[in-house]
């Protein structure tokens, strides 16, 4: 596991102009929850929705519609680092969707993948700082 180092600062914008914010994700919550602790990331996040908490999901795509029904009033931003998530995420069209290429790389040195996301997202981000000047924070 890494940590971008512009991920605590751009936690605290979110937090300091009381942006909502959670985890959206397709594996279980106990390995969400060691992941967090074990990078000192469990305490900015309050809200963590994942595979357990709903019945009858078959697909990350099924899990961001349900939660763009529960925030329709909501302007929402998706932020993915995989390629099926970003395919998800884009296909649920609940939002708008940042490809975030950092700490993996995802997007950097092969094409292929850049130029199958570029259609799909809004931006793609190499880092936190991105995303803050992208959203104007």
Partial sequence: LKKDSSLIPFLDMLKFNNVKYAIVTSSSRPPVEIALKKLNLNKYFDLIYSMDDF???????????????????????????????????????????????????????????????RDKVIKIAYNFDDICYFIGF
């Avoid at 697909?59 to 929402?76: E, F, P, R």
């Avoid at 997007?107 to 199958?116: A, P, R």
């Fill in 55 to 117: 019945d009858f999901i078959k697909s990350k795509c099924d899990l961001y519609k349900i939660i763009g029904d529960k925030y329709k009033n909501n302007k929402i931003l998706i932020i993915e680092d995989s390629l099926r998530g970003i395919t998800n995420a884009y296909e649920s069209n609940i939002g708008s969707v940042i490809a975030y290429a950092g700490c993996d790389g995802l997007l950097k040195n092969n094409s292929k993948y850049f130029n199958f996301v």
